[in-house]
């Protein structure tokens, strides 16, 4: 544990030093406050909690952003160092591959974590203050956080996955791309496509269901929009989750699914790595 | 010392050892045994297969066929990570993260050996790091880097050393200190295999040298061990009084054949076993001898043989 944690705090130390961490800060902080404050204007704050809303807005650019963020960090974790050949001397200390591959996942989590934290977190609160300490529908609000971060966790094990398999560094950010291009825009557009051409009907409801739940991206959107009761009436999602079968408990499933088994397969395949 | 006491004779064992990377072969029937407190120094071409077989005794990689054993252990299984305290490795071109500091680099590493910040300091200071230890490593030069790997190497007193060409990139000065460094490691008791092109500075350091050729060890021994089988001549020179040279010389049998002749020296070869005979042949020559010297096997002279030569 105590390896792990010295491993964690060098990847968490190369994000201050590089100003990775405040830039992030800087972003997700930005876009949460834009959004919050833009997306009171059409509903002119009447019947909708502002918070639900923003909790929509701000989960739906999350999907696309939070995974570039996590590949971009994630996709020369490996594959860079074994180029620089500094893999090679960290492996001749008393640290075992796999620590190797969970102190830098927990470092680069705990990244993403101080960036939501300090970023949306931040948000929420000038948003209480401007709202006078209306604080109604944070649950939803720190539920997107944690959901966020789960989102970011499944992209920076996909991000491992990659950087342990390919041989170059410029391969992986190539394929880091891919993979983003792949779960967080294509995947949905295949899926719809697929839908429009049915005109028979032949894909059951049930396994639309699935093939959303098995997207990580989806199960993220899902979660969001439908496990509060004031957000899932604002984003028109209502029941449409439940009825599907979706219960909170399988979609955050999913979801860790996403980060274990691309995990265990970047480990797998760094043990059989020859140096 | 904490460590679990190991058998001498455990410290390294390698036993019928192959490495295969695809279809070239790497290393070919590898036998090596080495003992507690022996300073090995590997020799050969580039690409004959030195830093394989490190990276094979560091469990970087895997043999093909054939079994290693490091302090008692498979050095490839996580069971026997923990014994990596034990070792310091300094590889060929070392790498580090350039955007750190000198000084965080070497607490990184130190604190994954479980080594105090008090003792970075003293080896920065050794290797005379310490002024640029502020600075980022991505400044460093070559002979900084590698005075900050030997500093990494170093850390936490290792039992065994594996150093892959430790003295490039460093000035006169400095190689002198690295093996002044490397001989109080020694007489603390440490182990080391070191690789080395630089056959004149290790000859006086190493008690057995392992010349290997195209993945194979073609010899290895002691300098006089591989002196003898290397049958090479014994040689030596001898002084005589000017204008005696030619004279002198029609007095040796033909075992001992003149390699070179002027006016007043005369130099000698001869088969190791001639030796003792030539010497007391030459001291019955009487005064016209004025001097003699016997040149000392040189390794240099030992590796061209077998790089040249026809050794199987």
């Given at each position: 544990m105590k390896m792990l944690w010295i491993l964690a705090v060098k990847e968490l130390r190369d994000g201050l030093r590089n100003r990775w961490i405040a830039a992030a800060i800087f972003l997700l902080g930005s876009l949460a406050l834009a959004l919050s404050l833009l997306g009171s204007a059409p509903t002119g704050?009447?019947?909708?909690?502002e918070l639900d809303i923003t909790v929509i807005s701000l989960s739906s650019l999350s999907v696309y952003l939070i995974p570039l963020i996590a590949l971009m960090l994630s996709f020369d974790a490996l594959v860079g160092e074994f180029e620089r050949g500094t893999m090679m001397l960290l492996l001749t200390y008393p640290v075992t591959r796999w620590q190797v591959i969970m102190g830098k996942f927990l470092g680069h989590v705990l990244i993403l974590f101080v960036a939501i934290l300090a970023g949306y977190g931040g948000a929420l609160l000038i948003m209480i203050f401007i709202t006078n300490g209306?604080?109604?529908?944070w649950q939803a609000y720190a539920m997107m956080m944690l959901t966020t971060l789960i989102l970011g966790a499944v992209f920076i094990a996909l991000g491992y996955l990659i950087s342990v398999y390919v041989k170059e560094r410029a391969s992986a950010a190539g394929a880091a791309i891919g993979v983003w291009l792949m779960f967080v825009v294509m995947y949905d557009l295949i899926l719809f496509g697929v839908l429009l051409l049915d005109e028979q009907q032949l894909m059951s409801q049930q396994l639309l269901s699935i093939l959303m739940l098995i997207s990580p991206t989806d199960s993220y959107r899902i979660l969001n929009l439908s496990l509060f009761e004031g957000v899932s009436q604002a984003s028109g999602i209502a029941g449409i989750a439940s009825q599907a079968g979706m219960s909170g408990i399988v979609l955050f499933l999913v979801m860790l699914a996403w980060i274990i088994l691309p995990l265990s397969a970047s480990l797998l395949l760094f043990q059989r790595r020859e140096l | 010392m904490d460590e679990p006491v190991i058998k001498n004779t455990d410290f390294i064992s390698m036993q019928n050892v192959c490495k295969r990377y695809g279809n070239e072969t790497v290393l070919r029937d590898i036998n090596l045994q080495v003992k507690a407190g022996e300073c090995i120094v590997l020799v050969g071409h580039n690409g004959a297969g030195k830093t394989t077989l490190m990276k094979l005794l560091l469990g970087l990689t895997k043999p093909t066929s054939g079994s290693v054993k490091v302090l008692g252990d498979d050095p490839a299984f996580n069971a026997s990570v923990a014994k990596h305290k034990a070792l310091g490795y300094l590889p060929e071109s070392v790498a580090f993260y350039d955007a750190m500091t000198g000084r965080e680099v070497l607490r990184f590493y130190a604190r994954l050996k479980a080594v105090s910040n008090d003792e970075c300091e003293k080896l920065l200071e050794l290797v005379g790091l310490a002024d640029a230890a502020k600075r980022k490593v991505g400044t460093y030069s070559k002979g900084m880097r590698q005075r900050l790997g030997l500093a990494q190497a170093m850390l936490g007193e290792p039992q065994l050393l594996f150093l892959d060409e430790p003295t490039t990139g460093l000035d006169p000065l400095l190689r002198q200190h690295f093996y002044e460094l490397i001989d109080d490691l020694h007489k603390e008791g440490a182990t080391s295999i070191i690789s080395s092109h630089a056959l004149n500075e290790v000859e006086a350091r190493a008690n057995r040298f392992i010349i290997m050729k195209s993945g194979v060890i073609v010899a290895s021994g002691t300098l006089e061990e591989l002196y003898q089988q290397a049958a090479l001549p014994v040689r030596m020179k001898i002084s005589v009084t000017p204008g005696e040279a030619s004279s002198v010389a029609q007095r040796f049998n033909a075992d001992v054949s003149i390699t070179h002749i002027n006016n007043e020296s005369l130099s000698l070869a001869c088969i190791t076993g001639e030796k003792m005979p030539l010497i007391r042949h030459i001291t019955s020559l009487g005064d016209v001898v004025n001097d003699m010297q016997i040149m000392p096997p040189r390794l240099d002279e030992v590796y061209s043989h077998f790089m040249n030569g026809d050794a199987s």
């Open positions: 704050s009447v019947s909708v909690n209306n604080t109604e529908g | -």
